[in-house]
């Protein structure tokens, strides 16, 4: 009804609801765009397979390990190696603490027990770098440099063998 004044035939009012239609198609229209929209994520996974010979194919990664170094602020070092296919008695001759030198690592001997385990394990890449709270900038990175090579000399020349190339620093949990 258009106009004004009191109320017409029976009292019923009309209202425009053009407005709110398309307020109402534009969020539904929305709502539906971003669902469309959503990322699906794959997780990877394996699942049992039934074999032949009934034996277990699941390869046994025991010719690597990821070695762990604890860096205190003195410079001393505990080294140990994990490998969750290994019995710890098996990697207890690995494990190794080192003395600082006057507040720094005593390079020869670090380098030195971590090349003695890169030869035993070759495929080994891994080193988890912890060092307490009060550790320099300067000694975390000599660790880490220590760690990822090896000087030597091989026919009078200079060469750098990789050790742990992959070197994470990690913190304890308190």
């Given amino acids: 009804m258009a106009g004004g004044g009191g109320g017409g035939e029976g009292g019923v009012e009309e209202f425009d609801l053009t407005a709110l239609m398309d307020i109402l198609s534009n969020i539904i229209f929305f709502l539906?765009?971003?669902?469309?929209?959503?990322?699906?994520?794959?997780?990877?996974?394996?699942?049992?397979?039934?074999?032949?010979?009934?034996?277990?194919?699941?390869?046994?990664?025991?010719?690597?390990?990821?070695?762990?170094?604890?860096?205190?602020?003195d410079g001393a070092v505990e080294i140990s190696a994990s490998n969750n296919d290994m019995l710890p008695e098996e990697l207890a001759p690995l494990d190794k603490k080192i003395a600082g030198k006057a507040g720094k690592l005593d390079a020869v001997a670090v380098n030195g027990h971590l090349w003695a385990i890169k030869s035993k394990y070759e495929k080994s890449k891994n080193v988890v770098i912890v060092p307490d709270d009060e550790v320099t900038y300067e000694l975390l990175v000599e660790a880490m440099d220590m760690s990822r090579e090896r000087h030597m000399v091989v026919n009078g020349k200079s060469v750098y063998p990789e050790m742990f190339p992959a070197v994470v620093v990690s913190s304890l949990v308190k």
């Fill in 32 to 73: 539906m765009a971003s669902f469309g929209a959503a990322v699906v994520a794959v997780l990877p996974a394996s699942v049992p397979t039934i074999s032949e010979a009934g034996d277990n194919d699941t390869a046994r990664d025991e010719d690597k390990v990821t070695v762990n170094m604890r860096l205190h602020s």
